[in-house]
């Protein structure tokens, strides 16, 4: 888990289409996982959304896995082998409740400095990957 500690303390993420996500982020159950409690507000429409993003060790397939879930009915689970060529690339499989949906998610972190990364996030449409947003986000401990 010590190869997520970069995201431990209080984030702020600003995306490309201008919403801003705040998160504050905890190691739970004796550190095996790490959780972020999410606020996440698009300007444009007003809205503010809240969730949760639960990030831990499978010990068994020896890969990151993780739970995400908000109150505008996104939910789903991703994984990922760690970090390979400077990206963490988390992929699953998706709900997105307001689109009534399902959709595979890839987001891909790529760390900046110990206080600042990226993600850039893509959907997968007809076998091609679509860049939904990117996130520009900083960490104050």
Not at 53 to 65: E, P, Q
Request: aromatic content about 10%; hydrophobic content about 40%; charged content about 25%.
């Amino acid at each position: 888990m010590h190869d997520l500690d970069f995201l431990l303390g209080s984030l702020r993420c600003l995306f490309r289409t201008g919403a801003v996500r705040t998160a504050r982020v905890r190691p739970i159950l004796g550190g095996h996982y790490y959780q972020l409690d999410l606020t996440h507000v698009r300007p444009r429409k007003k809205e503010r959304i809240r969730g949760s993003w639960v990030l831990g060790w499978d010990r068994v397939d020896a890969a990151f896995v993780s739970y995400y879930f908000d109150d505008a009915g996104i939910q789903g689970t991703s994984t990922s082998p760690g970090w390979l060529d400077g990206h963490f690339v988390l992929t699953g499989s998706f709900v997105l409740g307001e689109l009534q949906q399902h959709a595979v998610i890839r987001s891909d972190i790529t760390r900046i400095d110990e206080d600042h990364f990226t993600i850039a996030e893509h959907i997968e449409k007809n076998g091609t990957w679509v860049l939904l947003d990117t996130q520009d986000c900083a960490r104050k401990r």
